[in-house]
């Protein structure tokens, strides 16, 4: 590792990166927002073994300017729509140096005290934000750990509430124990169950449908829980989602949590997109009843501009040492300081710019839906609580087939244009259109889907001074 190479290099490659976003942004046509390439498109493009002798930086940046960005779509596009978005921002960018460059495995307190110590206050910080109760908080019985993403972050805790219940019953009970959540929940919750050993069928998705706005029914959860324990089952984990990947329905946690309570459940709370938005007051409402979860999940890369990846856990805890081992936390051993980009984001934009360019997003969300809902051809499907829009072409004389045939073919317009990319669901049996803001860049011309199409939104900048 040569300093002065390091330095030289890293010019470069800041420079290559900075390029990069500026060229997004004023020559979208070079950047498809959906990559158009086919599959196996690289391999004729390189060569088929590793080189014998070291190339320049200059060759191997050109390599990637003609055939790596061809297969990039371009998540950081200011007309990226897709999914949920994976925010970055210049001070998640310089943590994620700062990380590369120290490069610390902070397993133990003592691999790296820093690395732990800080972890630890970031993300007391993040929960007084959410104003997540104090059993999370370290100074309370709990505490936050960084995990890679949100699957790794069910797991963790499916594994816990299972190592729980098993210590109070016996092991062999295994075959009895059952799971709930909606049918709307993140897939992960259940690969992380079949991981954890859960029987397939013990896996309990519960039925939501338009009437709540596809958040779970509290009566559902009680009476499956009931007919379960009138035939042996042990009910012991419930996974309620805020903000849910489909359509960002939110589960109730008030009710949800008093029925984990009640019966002894273990109560997560996946709010991996929506829970950025609680940091702002007007949203926290959606996670009330947070008080009563036993761990509670968000993907800072999601929307609280980490880029990738940070994904915060709290849980509570019933036994301390005196000092805090994140190994035992985690399924991996080596664990990168990723609490040192959610520290700078949190220090060089502060909370209050934060929240507003949470508030703007949905701004923007908002007026996408204003004018879907004027648009005679379009209609919007569920209620919008954050910056995701469910829309769709109307049918037509009531036929729902064609109707999601004609969706199915807008979709494919829209995004092999390349000039914005936006994904689907499906709801009710129907093909949905999403719309989700979140891309750091985006503004509200942005937010234009294809010029061909009646939608025609006005314009104004939103998200300005992130980058
Ligand atoms: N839960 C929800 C609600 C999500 O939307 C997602 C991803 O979109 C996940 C969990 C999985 O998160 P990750 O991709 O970080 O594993």
Redesign the pocket.
Same mark, same amino acid.
């Given at each position: 590792m040569d300093s002065e190479l390091l330095r030289e290099q890293g010019h470069i490659m800041v420079d290559f990166i900075a390029d990069y976003y500026r060229d997004l942004q004023d020559s979208p046509q070079d950047f498809p927002v959906l990559s158009q390439v086919q599959p196996g498109y690289l391999r004729d493009m390189l060569p088929n073994s590793a080189p014998d002798q070291p190339e320049s930086l200059n060759e191997l940046l050109d390599d990637v300017t003609k055939k790596i960005m061809p297969g990039i779509t371009h998540w950081q596009s200011p007309s990226y729509f897709a999914?949920?978005a994976s925010s970055t921002s210049v001070a998640g960018f310089l943590g994620e140096m700062l990380n590369a460059g120290l490069s610390v495995v902070g397993f133990t307190w003592q691999t790296s005290p820093a690395a732990t110590e800080l972890e630890i206050i970031v993300l007391d910080w993040l929960a007084k934000l959410l104003q997540l109760p104090d059993h999370f908080l370290s100074t309370g019985h709990g505490g936050g750990v960084i995990q890679g !993403?949100?699957?790794?972050a069910?797991l963790v805790v499916v594994l816990a509430a299972r190592d729980r219940i098993l210590k109070q019953v016996g092991k062999t009970v295994l075959p009895q124990l059952v799971v709930y959540a909606s049918d709307q929940t993140?897939s992960?919750f259940r690969k992380a169950c079949l991981i954890g050993g859960i029987h397939e069928d013990n896996i309990r998705l519960l039925r939501t449908d338009s009437s709540t706005n596809y958040g779970l029914l509290p009566e559902s959860l009680e009476e499956a829980i009931s007919h379960d324990l009138a035939k042996g089952f042990i009910p012991f984990f419930i996974c309620a989602?805020v903000? !849910?990947?489909s359509s960002a329905a939110v589960d109730p946690l008030v009710p949800l949590g008093k029925i984990a309570k009640k019966y002894g459940i273990w109560m997560h709370v996946?709010a991996?997109?929506a829970g950025n938005a609680c940091i702002c007051p007007e949203y926290r409402k959606f996670i009330d009843g947070v008080e009563n979860a036993d761990s509670f999940n968000m993907?800072a890369?999601?929307w609280l501009f980490a880029n990738q990846?940070c994904?915060p856990l709290w849980v509570k805890v019933s036994e301390k040492d005196a000092v805090v081992n994140y190994k035992d936390w985690q399924i991996s051993l080596s664990r990168r300081f990723r609490s040192l980009k959610l520290w700078m984001v949190l220090r060089l934009y502060g909370s209050e710019n934060l929240r507003n360019f949470i508030r703007e997003h949905v701004n923007l969300a908002k007026q996408f839906e204003d004018y879907v809902t004027q648009d005679p051809h379009f209609e919007v499907v569920t209620t919008r609580y954050f910056s995701l829009v469910c829309f769709r072409l109307v049918p037509v004389d009531g036929d729902e087939d064609k109707c999601n045939q004609r969706n199915r073919e807008l979709l494919a317009a829209i995004n092999s244009t390349g000039k914005i990319f936006i994904s689907h669901t499906a709801l009710s049996g129907q093909f949905i259109l999403r719309f989700a803001v979140g891309a750091p860049l985006t503004e509200e011309k942005h937010g234009r889907l294809y010029k061909n199409m009646p939608l025609n939104l006005p314009a104004t900048a939103i998200v300005k001074n992130i980058l």
């Open positions: 999914y949920y !993403t949100g699957c790794e069910v993140h992960s989602t903000g !849910t990947t996946d991996a997109y993907n890369h999601k990846t994904s």
